[in-house]
């Protein structure tokens, strides 16, 4: 499963993400608060609360505002009442994109969704049109600059449970089952190697090349997609480039 687009996607992405630190902070309270109702309070027990908060910490989310997504969850505290939705359609090139989505109004939101497909030369499809063309993995990436013995990083990912290894460029690309994915990130940090990138993700089985223009046109649609209050996380079997993602 891993490959060569995986990292070089999450690097384009994340340049293209300059969202504010209060919005980044929002959809993680969000996130936390499903992660809590749909388990329990206890990250040592609920292991996707444990993921999500440790997302949140990886982007310096205050400690307190961590605590208070977990009581809104659980309901401590007085919260909104949010749902998982995941939107499904085609973009540019006819490539496929998910939208996963934490909304308080679902008329509200689809709304939003066909509005922003429609209006970027993409188009808002039925549940399931696309979803079969990803696979639900763990992603963990290290960085093959301050690791350079590959034999020995890539021993410790398999032994940890790790179900696929690859040099990729300058990282080292690293999947798991979903299940196993907090077990293999701690086993290797515990052995000493500290991870790039390490989520739970939806990656595309195949990737499809597109030419810049249409690649533009692309990202601007999963920029806005990316932009929306209600969106989680964007994906696309697109293959982006530094150049797409330009301007």
């Known amino acids: 499963m891993a490959g060569h ?49 440790d997302k949140a910490r990886h982007v310096s989310m205050p400690k307190e ?25 085609y973009g540019p090139g006819g490539v496929a994109i998910l939208v996963e989505t934490l909304t308080d109004n679902r008329n509200r939101t689809g709304g939003e969704m066909r ?15 696309v979803s079969y ?39 080292y690309a690293i999947t798991t089952d979903p299940v196993a994915f907090t077990a293999v990130v701690e086993a290797l940090k515990a052995a000493g190697f500290e991870p790039t990138e390490a989520e ?8 499809v090349d597109l030419d810049l223009e249409v690649g533009k046109k692309l990202m601007r649609l999963l920029d806005v997609l990316d932009d929306n209050d209600d969106s989680q996380n964007v994906y696309t079997n697109a293959t982006i480039t530094a150049e797409m993602a330009e301007g």
Do not use: W
């Open 65 to 89: 505002k961590i605590e208070r997504a977990v009581k809104k969850g659980t309901g401590e505290l007085e919260g909104e009442s949010y749902e998982e939705i995941t939107y499904e359609g």
């Open 115 to 129: 509005s922003t497909f429609e209006k970027l030369g993409g188009n808002l499809g039925a549940i399931g049109c």
């Open 200 to 207: 739970v993700k939806q990656l595309p089985k195949d990737y």
């Open 133 to 171: 063309m990803f696979d639900r993995k763990g992603l963990i990436l290290l960085s093959a600059k301050a690791y350079k013995n590959e034999d020995v990083v890539m021993e410790a990912a398999l032994n940890a449970g790790a179900e696929d290894f690859e040099r990729d460029g300058d990282s």
């Open 5 to 53: 687009s995986h990292s070089a996607n999450i690097a384009v992405r994340k340049g293209k993400q300059d969202a504010s630190r209060a919005r980044v902070f929002s959809k993680l309270a969000r996130y936390i608060m499903i992660a809590a109702k749909n388990g329990d309070g206890n990250p040592d027990t609920n292991l996707r609360l444990r993921y999500a908060i």
